[in-house]
Each structure stands twice: as structure tokens, then as C-alpha cells.
């Protein structure tokens, strides 16, 4: 057995410390922490239990946004009233994400760390060379099963595709993530895997998820997060897209647009590109799908997982165009 | 522990009439919903050990060297086994002395043949530490490539196919045939490798006392298990004793004996202890069975009619380097449609995998989405409804060999699922339906069969003083519902109520029951069950009649009827007498009979003897992003004799939902270079959700046998799975016009 040291933190600061010192990880809902240890990825000296921590899981909404605790359960914010009001996409994106057992475990800071499903990254007991979990090793996915990686965002040390569903939907509507005093938003949170895919998120030793904040638009209000997968429950996404949509008020006119794709990226991925080409134009379905096809410009595929450069696109459009007839 | 219920856990069973035929609950409902079941791996004598298996990396080569000193050095390790201290066995486990003996990876040697084969075992105080030390021996190894894939090796034609049915037959002239067609289809088939997956893993908890055995593991074949464990360890088979009261699914894996539940027995055996040993989920991916992928091309000729004048089919698939077994998918062509030519052939590749094995409905399940696939498109390019096209070419005799059916009510199956299903007002083109939301609608069908299977049983009853009886078979329990079904036979086959009947099952000092497999368990162990009731009644009429004090007296054996603990006389029922006043009067304490259930040899030779059905699809397919949902399933079914209709829609439904994992789900995705399997995970290899399977209806369709046994019984357990994965991709290319050919059909076959 190989021993690891538990210790549940009283506080946010002591959560802090104690994560900060070599081979401490913090532990939220475990769904994948204690998944990755079985597996050997995640090795822990010390596991620092947060769960206990008062005053991280709650969910304030008002007219200035949402204020969403780090260790709200996934399946609470789904169901939150107001997040269903005011962020139809973010609730979506939840609800759409793993089985029910799994969203009343799971932690919305957990969520958004969670790592790649590549399965070679998984395998370290068979598979020696991943630039992810060892940074010069190698890839062992490029030339090896890739039907679920990445086709943006990718580099020649790792195309590993970034499974989470929820941050797909924060990415489109500005959210930031909160680490105690400092703020990034999203986008910035999440690294390109670039040479140095091992280091996945802008956070440094000692810091911690407090909360995610996700500003109010009106483009949040009106919009929808649309997945797409073989199988209709427990699955994570073979394109999928949180798309927010605003109108003048002639009822025609693209004010403020969101796109942002998920299962496809590296990283949450905004696709500004798409936004430009339509925000000021009449919403109307030729155009939004000429300019769906922007979300995939500069895509790269490794075999297998061409589909996704083609399916994209008609994830975004599609999303766009059903937020365009819901009245 | 055999099956037995406590008394305050006897389900309250309301029923009226007969024990057969009644849709009882599950007797180990409770016992399941209570979490109180005991499982093999649920079991711990005292002192037991942990074992882990510590498996290989690699495909095919040698294992050079193994760090064994540092996975005893940890702390809990006690033990490591490998092929240096191994203990001896009896029996080589290479050698196979019939073709049923598979080849069992026993630390015989160095040498890889697959992924995932076992290369030591680590035994330890607790789990985690032989877990951990099983990781500590970080195994070097001499690779060798990988053969992978249906090309990756020379191709042969293997000497049998299945259960050693030859690999190529033919009946009249299949070119011919396809010369004087008017329409001619050809068509190629990918389907993948699947791995059984049950619930539960492969376990074993096994104890040495001397040279006498004591194992916990789940197991579908009693008997066989004990014969080939007594063999490897040379000892007699009466001193292994296994329980196995509840299996948590087997679907064909559990049929033989593994390898790695051997190991737990070496292990037990090594270090003097009991052992517990149970495979990680992705241990499940190698040595314990797998379906083989299948290439298959049907060529079909039909006249102006759409009558078939010729069917080819011949099937690619695989098996290991070591050992034989042989997806028999072409002879799905041999009992379904009628054609003056039908040739099937096969061959195959051996492959650095572990050797393939019955996986529910093996051969049936391949060829059947195959052929129901090439009749589709058969129909088509007749211009004819499928249908149609099928009762166009019903066989009255089975097409290979001219044998009648002993029973086939296909004819009804189509009828009464097709009407349920609305199947009538179906365009005939393809892409002709949307819903309101806009999603192509397509329907399809597909023929379902299973042969009507019997193996050799042996069941013990007694009738006890009091009147109560007592029947025993070592039958198997796999959570299909035996453990009902069989207390069903057996109340009805003494007269007696079923909570009068203690029913025991699931060890295997019981007499033998057979296998639970080939779908024949319930008519095999059931005919046994009968016949020992039958076998006790006898004798209790003898003594009945026989005796000038009973009110039946001079009745004759054939003059009584057994019913509710009594015997009456047929002609006079108001002349009866009670089981216990027969026994009292008689002096005995109680009786005993014994039967047998066995296939009839002369009824063999006559009659094609089949299980038929009918299931029709409705798929709705998003025209854009090609996501494929299946909306409705209707089957319907004749498979002789209904034991217990719940059980046995729950087979069908189970068989229907795997159909439907068949078509668009299931699939082992292998990494070519390596020859690893990449999604040896539940959340990676994929069968269906529940969100999946919005609505499944099978419908029992009345058919009496009087061929196939006694009891009038054929099998359910795996015809579900053929003609639903058919009709579903039939379904799919009537929603889209595209024809799916590789399997399962997923979102980038549909983006077009
Ligand atoms: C079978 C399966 C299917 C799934 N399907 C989906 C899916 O479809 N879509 C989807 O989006 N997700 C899916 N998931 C992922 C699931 O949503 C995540 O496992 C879950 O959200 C993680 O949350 P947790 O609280 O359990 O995190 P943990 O496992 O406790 O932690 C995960 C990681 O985050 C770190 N961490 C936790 N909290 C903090 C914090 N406050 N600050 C900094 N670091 C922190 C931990 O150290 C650890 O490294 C699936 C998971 C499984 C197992
Ligand atoms: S894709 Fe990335 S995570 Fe996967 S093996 Fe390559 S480097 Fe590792």
C-alpha cells in the first residue's frame, strides 16, 4: 500500500499552506483525483480534504452576476433556480456533464480542473511516453487512438483534448476564476499545452479555487449549451458549443454574440472568430453557418478525429440558430 | 452456501394454478435489493490473503526480468508467485484434451501471448498492498511486434468453427444461382471486438484443507469447472467444492474457468492460505474472453419475385496465437431464409490477443446483423418491404439441411410485432420521414433465431414425512432468474405448492446441471428437475395405489394426479390423499427420486429445432450532427414453453438493449502499434444508458414443442440480441439513406 497523509483543512488559509508544500494535492468530491491516483497519474503525499470548508458552496446570483463557491456540488448549480434564469447555458452545461451520481459528489472547482480523458495519459503503467505527466517524454496518442483529442489548440507535444463541459460554457460569458485575492478570467486560466503541456492552468503552489464569477449579460441570459455525443447520457462531448445571443431590438439583428466550443480544444475555447463575423449582421441561417465555420480555422487533425473539424461548426450553428427562433 | 432462503425472507408469492407460467418475482429479489446476496468476493475466511495479478504491458515477447525483491520488500506483501515458485500442477495448461479445454496462462513461463496475461502474483495482508507490490515488480520485457487487426496476420481456414462445426458448407450451386438472378447484392460487414463485461468481476476466494478444495467464484458450468480444477491439481473432483449462488453476470465469460481464478487457487495453495483474488475491470480486457471482430461479405441473388435463388456468406474473423476458437458468424446464413444455394465458409487470422470465447449468443449475434443487414438491402433492390421480402423467403424447412421445424411460429412473431409497431404504414424509400423536430425517422426490422440447445443435466429430489419437498441440482444462477424458474419446474414436477419446495442450487455437490450457456439451461436443468419430481410422484403412486387402506387404491399409476401436496384419482377427484398420510402409512421418513435432462437423440436427427422472433426499430437521426437515437423497440418471440413471463420479457428486453449496444455502441478500440486495448474502462467502452432505451416492448408469442422436450421449453437468454441490432441499422439508413457497414455506427458515419 503506499501511504499518503490526510489532513482536512479548518480553513481556506491552512487549505492554502498545506497545499503549497511538495506532494500535497487539495481533495474535493475525488471523482477524478482518487480515479487518476488509481490509475498512478496522481500520486499524493498528502491529500488536503476541502470539503469541510465553511462558506465555499454557496451560489448568489443578483443583476451583476453569479458568485458560484468552489465547492458548490455540480448537481446543485445545475438546479439552481436563478443560474436556470440567468445562465440557461452554465446550468445545461452541467447537467449535460457525467451521471447524477457524479454531479452530487463533484465540486465545481474540482470540475474545473479536472484532467484529459487521452488514455494514454491515463495509462503510465503501460504507456511511458506523455509530455503531460512527463515533459520530454514523448506523445504516445499522435499516431495511436485519437478519435476523442483535441483538433484546436493542439502542438506537436500533446493534442490532448480537455473534457470539462462547464468551463466551455464560463469561457463564452467572461466568467473568472477566483484564487482567494487574485482573479483571471477563464480564457486566461487555461493554458495552450504549447512545449509545456504539463503545466495546464495559471495557478501557482498555494493557491485555490475560491469561487467562479460569471458577470450578467443579456447574451448569458439567452443561451443554451448544446453537446453532442454518440451516446445520450454519461458520456463527454464529441463537439459541443455554449452559445449566447443577443438581439436588437428589431428582433433580427446580432447585438452581443458567445460562442465558445467544447470537446474539441486543448483549452476552453472561445471562438471569437464566429462572434466577429456575426455580431452586427442579421441573424439568418446561411450567414450563421458560413461563420460557424470560422470555429474551426486553423483545426489540425490526427485521423481519426477529422469528424470533429466537421462537426464543430455545425454544433455552433446549430445552437445559434435554435437561440434565434426561441423567442 | 448453496441458494436458500431464511423464513422471514420468503417473498410472499401470489399466483393461481400451476407454478409454471406464473410471472413469480425473483426468489433472491430480496436478497439483491438488500445487498445481503453474497457474492464470490464478498467471502473471507479466516486468515485470508489478497492477491493482485500483476499482468503485462505488452502484446507478445518475454517477460526478462521482474523486481520481486522489491514487491516483498513492502510492507503487507507475504508473497509473489511467478513462474520461478509457482506450484506445481498436474496438467500442462497448455495441453487440451477436447476442443472445450481452453489454454490457460498459468506462470507456465516467460512468455507473452496478449495483453493483460497474467505474469505474477503478488499475495499480500491487504488488497492495497498487493496492489501496490504488484506495481513495485516493474516487469522489463523482450518485445515483439504486435499482430493486430483482421489483416494483421496470414489468413487459414480454421479446421471447425464454434463449437466445431465445420467452416465451409454448402448446399446446391451458390454461382448459379447468383448467374440466373435477376437482382444481386454484395455486400461487406465490419463488426468489432467486444468484451463481456459483467458487473461482477472474475473472483475467487479459495481454501486448501489438505488436498481438498474449497472455492468462492462465480461460475456458469458448475461441473466443468470442478472437472478441469481437479485436473490441473490432480486431485479428485469430488474434493473440489464450489459455490457459486450468485453470479453477477457471466454472458459466456464465466463458462470455463480463467486463468487468473486458477491463479487465486496456485496463490491459496503457495502460501498455505486462503486466498481472495478479483481482476480490475481492465484485467477483464485479456484473459478472460472476448467476442472476435468479424468481416463479413454476403452476396445474395433473388429472381423477379424477390425469391432468393443463391446466399454466400463468408465470415473473417480471429483468434488468439495459442488457441482456437471461431466466431461461427457466417452460419447465421444456415436456418433463416429459404434458398435453393446457400454456401457459408470462413476464415480467419490469429492475433497477439487473448483467445476469443462464447460470448452471448456467439456467431448468432455477428451474423445475424450481417445477414439481416444484406436482406435489407436485398429487399431494396427488389423494390420490395422488408417485410415482405422475408415472409417472400420463410423457410417452411430449415434451408441448409431440409429438416422440418419442431415448432416455428415466426410467422406469428412477424405478424403481432409488426402490427404493434405500426410497421404497415412505412414508406418504402428511404429518408421519407422527419418528426416535428426535424429528425430523420427511419424504421427497420430484422428476423431474430437461436437454436434450441440442450446439454446433460442431473437433478435429486426428495418428498419428506411431512409432505414438503426438497429438489437439487447445481444449476447457476447468472441474474437471470434460474433460482425462480427451476422452483418453478420442480413445484410443479412434485405437486406441490412452491413454498412447500426447498429448492437448492448453485454448488457443485449437488448433481450436475450442466452449463448455464447455449441458452439450453432452463430446458436442461429443467427436464432434469421434472423428471426427478416425476421420478418421486411414481414412487409415491406405487405406494398409494398399491395399498388396500388408501382411498386410491387399484388407481394405477396412471390413474393419479399430483397437485397441492396430494394425489387424487383422475376419474374421481373427490378421492384423494395427502403426500405425508401416503409416507406415514408407508413408514418412510421420506423418499427419493432422481432424473435426468439430456437431448433426444431420434428427435435430434428429425427436426431442426429454433428459437424465432421479430423486432422492429424506430431511430431518429439528427440530419447535421448525425446523432443517432433509437426511440422504440418492438419484439416479439417464440421460444416454446414460458416458465415465467417476467423472466423471461426481462431476457428479451436485455438481449433487445445489447442489440442496441451491438449497433451503435460497443466497440474495444485497439492501439495498433502496441496492441493494447484504449478503452479497457466502463466509461470509456460503452453500452448502452437508460436514457438510451427509451421504450422496449417484447411480446410472448403462444408456441407449443413437442419435440424438444417435455416440458416443451427452447431458450431466451440470447435470441434478444439477433435481429435487434439488424433492425436498428436497418432503421438507421431508412431515417438517412446511408447504409452503415462498419460497426457500431457512430456520429462520423452519419456526417456524410
Ligand atoms: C465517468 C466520468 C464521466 C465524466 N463525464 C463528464 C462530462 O461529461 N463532463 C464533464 O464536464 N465532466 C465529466 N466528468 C468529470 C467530473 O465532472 C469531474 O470528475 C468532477 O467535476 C471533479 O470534481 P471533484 O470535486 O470530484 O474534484 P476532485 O477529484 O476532488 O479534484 C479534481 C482536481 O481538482 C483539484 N481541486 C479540487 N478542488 C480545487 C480547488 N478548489 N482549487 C484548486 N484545485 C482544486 C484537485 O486537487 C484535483 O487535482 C466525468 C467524470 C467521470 C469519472
Ligand atoms: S496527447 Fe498529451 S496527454 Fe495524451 S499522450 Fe500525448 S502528451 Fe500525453
Redesign the interface.
Known sequence: MRDFAYLRATSTEAARQAAALPGAMLLAGGTTLIDLAKCGVAEPETLVDITHLEGLDGIAVDERGAMIGALARMGHVADHADIKGRFPAVSEAVWQAASAQIRNMATIGGNLMQRTRCPYFRDPSNFSACNKRQPGSGCSAIGGVTRGHAVLGTSEACIAMYPGDLATALVAFDATVHLGERQLLVDDFFLLPGATPDKEHAIEPGEMITAVEIPASAAARRSTYLKVRDRQSYEFAAASAAVGLELEPDGRTIRDLRVALGGVATKPWRARAVEDALKGKVLEPDAVRAASLLAVEGAVDHGANHYKIELAPRVVARAILTLGEAA | MTLELGPNQQPAHTRHGSSIGQPLTRRDGFLKVTGTARFAADNHPPGMLYAALAVS?IARGRVVSLDVEAAKAH??VVEVMTPLNRPALAADPDAKDHPFMFRLDLLQNDRVRY?NQSIAVVIAQ?L??A??GA?LLSPRYEVLPARVGLDGAEGFVPRGVGVGGPAVQQKGDVEAGLESARTRIEATYETPAQYHNAMEPHAIVAAWDGDRLSIDTPSQGLAMAQGRIAGLFGIAPQNVHIRSPFLGGGFGSKGMISGPQVLGILAAKLVGRPVKLVLRREQMFGPVGHRAPTRQTLRMGMDGEGRLTAISHHARTTSSTFDDFFEPAADASHTLYASPAIATSHDAVRLDTGTPLFMRAPGEATGSIALESAIDEAAHACGMDPLEFRLRNYAEVEPMTGKPFSSKALRECYEQAAERFGWASRPLQPRRMRDADGFLTGWGMGTATFPAIMFQAEARAVLRADGSGLMETGAQDMGQGAWTAFAQIAADGLGLDIDQVDFRAGSSDLPNAGIAGGSGHTATAGMAIHNAGAAVIARLADLATGNEASPLFGAGNEGVLARGGRLYRRDDESRSESYADILARAGLAEIEGRGKGAPDPASQETYAKHAHGAVFAEVKV?P??????VTRLVGAFAAGRVINPRLVRSQYYGGMIWGVSFA??EEA??????G?I??ANL??Y?V?????VPSVEALLVHEDDPHVNALGIKGVGEIGITGTAGAVTNAVWHATGVRPRRF?I???DM?G
Open positions: 504491458s510492507s503487507g495483453p491487504t492495497e498492498a496492489t501496490e506495481a439528427d447535421d450532427l448525425g446523432q443517432i437515437r451503435l455502441h478500440v485497439t492501439d495498433r502499434r502496441s493494447r484504449q478503452n466509461a470509456d460503452h448502452p444508458v437508460n436514457a438510451d457500431p457512430r456520429i462520423e456526417l
